[in-house]
C-alpha cells in the first residue's frame, strides 16, 4: 500500500519571480488541505511569509514525507544530492527549461498532485553516483553526482591523459578533453551532448563517454552499476584537473591522483503522477514528436 503524505518540504528555485508564484500557490494550496508545510530558507526569505520557521534541506529530509522542487532540473540535482540521503519522496514541478526531472506544470499542478498526496502515484528509484578523489592513497575528497561526474581540465581545449580501469581490471588509456561518467538518469544530459547513448532510467548501469578523444576509436562503454570504475591521472598533466559532479559541485584533482567512481548506497525516490509515460518525456523534450517530412 503506497503512502499518503502529512508534512511537505518547499524547495525553490531562488531569485525567480516564475518559481515565486508557483511556490506561492503551493504554500497556499497544501495548507488550506490542513497539510504541515516546511519552508526551505530561501524561499522563505523570497516569499516573506508571516508566521513560518525556514529550514534547510536536512532539516527537510529529517522531517517531510514528501519534497516539492520547483524550478529546473538543476534546482532538482542539488535537492536530490541531500535528499537522497532520507526517506522522502520528490516531486517536481518544472520552472526551467527541459524539466526531464520536473514532471508537473506549473499551470495544472492541482490534479496530479491531489493524486500524489492521496497516494496516487509512480514510484521510482533513481541512483547517483559517488566520486572520491585520492592522493598518495588518502582520500581527499568527494561528493555525489544525480546525473554525472566530468573528469576535465580547468582549461578549455586542453587535453588530459588518464588510464581507465573497472573493478581494478586495465581498459584503456586515453588523451582527451576529459570522460564523462554518467548515470540512466544523467543519460539525458551532457552523455547525451558527448554522442552517449540514452538509458532507460531502470537500467542498473554507468556510461562512460570520452569528450574529443584524440584517436577515433574511442567509443562511449557501457558497464553494469555494480562495478567500480577508477581513473588514474598520469604524472605527466598539468595542474588545475578537476572532476565536476552535476556542473556544480568541483572537485580538484593532480597529477598522480585516483578518481574512484561506484554506485551511492542511498536512491533518490521520485514520485511521478500516475499518468508519467518515459518515452512521452523523451519525445516531448527531445522533439521526437515532430514531423520529419
Same mark, same amino acid.
Given at each position: 500500500?503506497?503512502?499518503?503524505?502529512?508534512?511537505?518540504?518547499?524547495?525553490?528555485?531562488?531569485?525567480?519571480?516564475?518559481?515565486?508564484?508557483?511556490?506561492?500557490?503551493?504554500?497556499?494550496?497544501?495548507?488550506?488541505?490542513?497539510?504541515?508545510?516546511?519552508?526551505?530558507?530561501?524561499?522563505?526569505?523570497?516569499?516573506?511569509?508571516?508566521?513560518?520557521?525556514?529550514?534547510?534541506?536536512?532539516?527537510?529530509?529529517?522531517?517531510?514525507?514528501?519534497?516539492? /522542487? @520547483? =524550478?529546473?532540473?538543476?534546482?532538482? !540535482? +542539488?535537492?536530490?544530492?541531500? #535528499? $537522497?540521503?532520507?526517506?522522502?519522496? /520528490? @516531486? =517536481?514541478?518544472?520552472?526551467?527549461? !527541459? +524539466?526531464?526531472?520536473?514532471? #508537473? $506544470?506549473?499551470?495544472?499542478?492541482?490534479?496530479?498532485?491531489?493524486?500524489?498526496?492521496?497516494?496516487?502515484?509512480?514510484?521510482?528509484?533513481?541512483?547517483?553516483?559517488?566520486?572520491?578523489?585520492?592522493?598518495?592513497?588518502?582520500?581527499?575528497?568527494?561528493?555525489?553526482?544525480?546525473?554525472?561526474?566530468?573528469?576535465?581540465?580547468?582549461?578549455?581545449?586542453?587535453?588530459?591523459?588518464?588510464?581507465?580501469?573497472?573493478?581494478?581490471?586495465?581498459?584503456?588509456?586515453?588523451?582527451?578533453?576529459?570522460?564523462?561518467?554518467?548515470?540512466?538518469?544523467?543519460?539525458?544530459?551532457?552523455?547525451?551532448?558527448?554522442?552517449?547513448?540514452?538509458?532507460?532510467?531502470?537500467?542498473?548501469?554507468?556510461?562512460?563517454?570520452?569528450?574529443?578523444?584524440?584517436?577515433?576509436?574511442?567509443?562511449?562503454?557501457?558497464?553494469?552499476?555494480?562495478?567500480?570504475?577508477?581513473?588514474?591521472?598520469?604524472?605527466?598533466?598539468?595542474?588545475?584537473?578537476?572532476?565536476?559532479?552535476?556542473?556544480?559541485?568541483?572537485?580538484?584533482?593532480?597529477?598522480?591522483?585516483?578518481?574512484?567512481?561506484?554506485?551511492?548506497?542511498?536512491?533518490?525516490?521520485?514520485?511521478?503522477?500516475?499518468?508519467?509515460?518515459?518515452?512521452?518525456?523523451?519525445?516531448?523534450?527531445?522533439?521526437?514528436?515532430?514531423?520529419?517530412?
Amino acid at each position: 500500500m503506497k503512502k499518503t503524505f502529512q508534512t511537505i518540504g518547499l524547495i525553490g528555485k531562488p531569485h525567480h519571480e516564475g518559481a515565486n508564484q508557483t511556490l506561492l500557490q503551493l504554500y497556499q494550496y497544501l495548507t488550506q488541505k490542513g497539510l504541515d508545510v516546511l519552508v526551505e530558507e530561501r524561499v522563505a526569505s523570497e516569499l516573506a511569509l508571516e508566521g513560518v520557521s525556514p529550514v534547510d534541506l536536512v532539516q527537510i529530509g529529517e522531517r517531510a514525507d514528501l519534497a516539492i /522542487v @520547483v =524550478g529546473g532540473d538543476g534546482n532538482m !540535482l +542539488g535537492a536530490a544530492r541531500v #535528499l $537522497s540521503r532520507f526517506d522522502v519522496g /520528490v @516531486v =517536481g514541478v518544472n520552472r526551467g527549461n !527541459l +524539466g526531464f526531472l520536473t514532471d #508537473l $506544470s506549473p499551470d495544472e499542478f492541482e490534479a496530479p498532485l491531489t493524486e500524489i498526496l492521496a497516494g496516487e502515484y509512480q514510484l521510482e528509484k533513481r541512483f547517483l553516483l559517488e566520486a572520491e578523489v585520492y592522493r598518495h592513497g588518502r582520500l581527499k575528497s568527494s561528493n555525489t553526482a544525480v546525473n554525472e561526474a566530468v573528469l576535465h581540465p580547468g582549461k578549455i581545449a586542453h587535453m588530459i591523459d588518464f588510464e581507465v580501469l573497472i573493478d581494478d581490471d586495465f581498459v584503456f588509456q586515453q588523451r582527451s578533453d576529459g570522460l564523462i561518467i554518467s548515470t540512466p538518469t544523467g543519460s539525458t544530459a551532457y552523455s547525451l551532448s558527448g554522442g552517449g547513448p540514452i538509458m532507460m532510467p531502470s537500467l542498473d548501469a554507468l556510461v562512460l563517454t570520452p569528450m574529443f578523444p584524440h584517436t577515433l576509436s574511442a567509443r562511449p562503454i557501457v558497464v553494469d552499476g555494480d562495478h567500480t570504475i577508477t581513473l588514474r591521472v598520469s604524472d605527466g598533466n598539468e595542474d588545475n584537473l578537476q572532476v565536476s559532479c552535476d556542473g556544480h559541485v568541483t572537485l580538484s584533482v593532480m597529477p598522480g591522483d585516483e578518481i574512484k567512481l561506484r554506485k551511492h548506497p542511498s536512491p533518490l525516490t521520485l514520485l511521478h503522477p500516475r499518468c508519467y509515460n518515459y518515452y512521452e518525456v523523451l519525445r516531448s523534450k527531445l522533439g521526437w514528436s515532430r514531423r520529419l517530412f
